[in-house]
């Protein structure tokens, strides 16, 4: 990604393995977002934080 900003490469020079690592690299924060979100919004619940839906 670094070369992209400095040169300007399009999507195009991307070999299959940058994509590969760009998709696994996004997969992973992914999860780790959500995760995190579901622990915060488990121990919201039980302090009484969050309303009813």
Do not use: P, Q
Not at 2 to 30: K, P, Q
Not at 38 to 53: H, P, Q, S
Request: with cysteine; charged share 15%; hydrophobic share 55%.
């Amino acid at each position: 990604m670094r070369e992209v900003m400095i040169h300007g490469y399009a999507w195009s020079h991307f070999t299959a393995a940058d994509f590969t690592i760009l998709i696994i690299n996004s997969l992973v924060y992914l999860i780790i977002g959500v995760l995190i979100y579901l622990k915060c919004e488990k121990v919201a619940m039980t302090k009484g934080l969050i309303g009813n839906y």
